[in-house]
């Protein structure tokens, strides 16, 4: 039989702070382990925590991105248990009055169609350190200069009904964070880290099976690949009439399976209770209305305008606006090119092409909006034809004549020779050297003549050195043969 | 309320105790002891208090967002009891 699949995520989002949440330690990604991390983070005794306003702003803003309910009053508390990477046996985390209350936003997916996920709530906490297996013989070395690393847990509803619909609600996190500045949402260095819960149930039984955990997963790949070979585990379980155990797992990527973490097969009870160390953090109107003022214009807002004022498809506006960056790029190329749609080709083909060929990032990108835009202004005006645009973004990919695209035009010589007269010289030669392919041009009927008319579009190129218009040479020779 | 020999063991577990058997009942019993205190307390009606987070009347103050530590690791790692390659040593962990 088929089950209705039923998933909720727990999203781990490192935010995009200079210090830590609740000390002065950097929490720059990559330093020697434990040279950022401090009494503080370490536990030692008689430290306190101080937060950290900008976590407090971040967390907001996000409220405010996806219109949720922001708690005015959230209190910090103390979440028990044990492992080596959280130096003081509890994490600082929020249980009963969180930051961000109630909130949704709608994915789009394959398919076209939109669905909304909600959110029950996000609230902030500290990140535990790391522990590593394989540096020091028969022994875990513990490295916790990401102890204290701000996180914000984002929880959704248990609205996701395949794995489509869970990489989907990622990905449109991953664009809105991105978006608001939150974090560096760079998934390679942990930054957006997942827990799945996931459960199957007969479709149309409205109460819910029993869920496994997932836990850490850190690709939008392996959550697809996770939660597919944990519904088929699920299901094969129950097929065979057996139940499903509550318990926390982990996704094996080279294994392609998820296990059972035998250390959490004791019911994990947490303990929560206010941690007496921090006092409630209360926020008043003003505050958040600042907050809110700093918003930025959101993906799909942006994505509206871009058809509307661009007069853009939905494909090219959704992959433009897929990132702040890539959205401004093009906007500052229009504004030179006067051409959005030439524009966007221009950038979704050639320079996302050569960004993917040659593993650079878009702001670390040789070629700046302002170029791009002088370029296809010279295809407009017809300086260039498109093969010659195609060698002039080469040349300013690797910064010839300082990225100036006139001076890159003429000292390469590529001008395309749009004059008729020069064009008709060119012609009347090609045409005068070739007596026979002009007879057998002239005896064969309107189908084969458009192919046969390739070859002298070719000798006339040729004897142009490429600079001829081809359109104009078209034209020509048609009027000129006959 | 009250619990069993069991639930404080489950209890000493998740606070990392080593429990003596011989210590068990009476452990239990003076665990019940202080949980009588606790159903005083779950008598009184509350339904209109405001839960109080911390017994300071006050709100959390806010710091600024700017590193001000810096690397003390060679001091806290002197008084660590194992650490190699800057690494904090701990009996092996493995999932």
């Known amino acids: ?482 | 309320m009250s619990v069993t020999t069991e639930q404080l063991a489950d209890v000493a577990t998740l606070a990392r105790l080593k429990l003596a058997p011989e210590h068990s009942q009476s452990l239990t019993h003076a665990f019940n002891e202080i949980l009588s205190l606790v159903d005083q307390l779950q008598a009184l009606e509350l339904e209109s208090v405001k839960p109080m987070a911390h017994p300071r009347d006050e709100n959390q103050r806010l710091r600024q967002d700017l590193v001000t530590e810096s690397n003390a690791r060679e001091a806290f790692q002197a008084i660590a009891p194992d650490a190699q390659e800057g690494l904090y040593v701990v009996p092996p962990v493995i999932e």
């Open chain 1, 1 to 482: 039989m088929s089950w209705e699949v039923v998933i909720g995520l727990e999203v781990h989002l490192q935010l995009a702070t200079e210090s830590k949440i609740f000390s002065g330690s950097s929490t720059r990604f990559g330093a020697e382990p434990n040279t950022q991390a401090s009494a503080v983070d370490l536990a030692m005794p008689g430290m306190l925590p101080v937060l950290n306003e900008q976590a407090v702003r971040y967390a907001v803003l996000f409220g405010l991105g996806i219109g949720a309910e922001i708690g005015q009053r959230s209190v910090f508390d103390r979440k028990n248990y044990f492992y080596p990477d959280l130096p003081k046996g509890y994490q600082i985390s929020q249980f009963e009055q969180p930051i961000v209350g109630r909130g949704s936003f709608a994915v789009t997916l394959a398919d076209g169609s939109t669905k909304t996920i909600g959110i029950t709530r996000a609230h902030l906490e500290e990140d535990a350190g790391k522990s590593l297996h394989d540096a020091i013989p028969n022994a875990s070395g513990i490295d916790l200069n990401r102890a204290g690393t701000p996180l914000l847990e984002i929880v959704s509803e248990p609205d996701i009904r395949s794995a489509e619909e869970a990489v989907a609600y990622l990905k449109t996190l991953h664009t809105l964070v991105t978006y608001l500045g939150i974090s560096d949402g760079d998934m390679s260095q942990g930054s957006m880290r997942c827990d799945i819960n996931l459960s199957l149930r007969k479709p149309g039984s409205t109460e819910f099976g029993t869920r496994t955990e997932i836990k850490n997963v850190n690709s939008f790949r392996f959550v697809e690949r996770a939660i597919a070979s944990e519904i088929e585990r699920q299901s094969d379980i129950l097929e065979e009439g057996g139940v499903i155990i509550q318990e926390t797992r982990l996704y094996d990527a080279e294994r392609d399976e998820t296990r059972s973490m035998r250390s959490k097969e004791v019911a994990n009870d947490y303990r929560y209770f206010p941690d007496p160390d921090l006092l409630p953090v209360e926020l008043s109107d003003a505050y958040i209305a600042e907050i809110a003022s700093t918003l930025p214009e959101l993906p799909d807002a942006k994505k509206a305008r871009f058809q509307a004022e661009y007069g853009l498809g939905e494909y090219d506006a959704s992959a433009l606006c897929d990132s702040q960056a890539l959205a401004q790029f093009f906007e500052l190329t229009t504004s030179r090119a006067k051409d959005p749609k030439l524009a966007a080709n221009w950038i979704l083909t050639d320079l996302l092409g050569q960004l993917n060929a040659s593993g650079v990032k878009l702001q670390d990108a040789p070629i700046q909006p302002e170029q791009l835009g002088h370029l296809i202004e010279r295809i407009k005006d017809n300086t260039l034809s498109s093969k010659m645009a195609k060698q002039v973004f080469e040349a300013l990919w690797q910064g010839e004549a300082q990225g100036n695209v006139d001076q890159i035009i003429e000292a390469r010589g590529l001008k395309q020779v749009s004059d008729s007269g020069a064009l008709e010289a060119l012609i009347n030669e090609v045409v005068a050297n070739n007596p026979e392919q002009v007879a057998q041009y002239q005896a064969a009927d309107d189908g084969k003549r458009k192919k046969l008319i390739g070859f002298f579009v070719g000798q006339i190129m040729k004897a142009s050195k490429g600079q001829a218009n081809p359109q104009l040479v078209n034209q020509l020779l048609n009027k000129t043969l006959g």
